[in-house]
């Protein structure tokens, strides 16, 4: 699965600037979030499907993220996450 390119992250920019407006994240490359030194969050793209992949432990988790509903709940996931 090959990282989102710059047209898949052009079909996600809505999300995207939902996470800028996240506390405790930067942006260091269009769609590639990092949460302090590490890397946190970042895209793929499998066709017309969108996943993410979250850190939320030693290794990245896959998440759905084509759909509004998948975007959601990837939203809550990611607010979870980033809570002290």
Do not use: C, N, Q
């Not at 898949?8 to 030194?37: C, H, M, N, Q, W």
């Not at 993220?65 to 809570?83: F, G, Q, V």
Request: glycine share 8%; aromatic share 10%.
């Amino acid at each position: 699965m090959k990282h989102a390119g710059a047209e898949a992250l052009d079909r996600l920019e809505p999300l995207l600037k939902t996470i800028r407006g996240k506390s405790g994240l930067k942006e260091k490359s269009r769609g590639v979030f990092y949460r302090g030194s590490r890397a946190f969050l970042h895209f793929h793209e499998e066709g017309p499907l969108f996943f993410a992949g979250i850190r939320l432990a030693d290794d990245f988790e896959r998440f759905p993220a084509t759909t509004k509903s998948e975007r959601a709940i990837l939203l809550k996931k990611l607010d979870a996450a980033l809570r002290p």
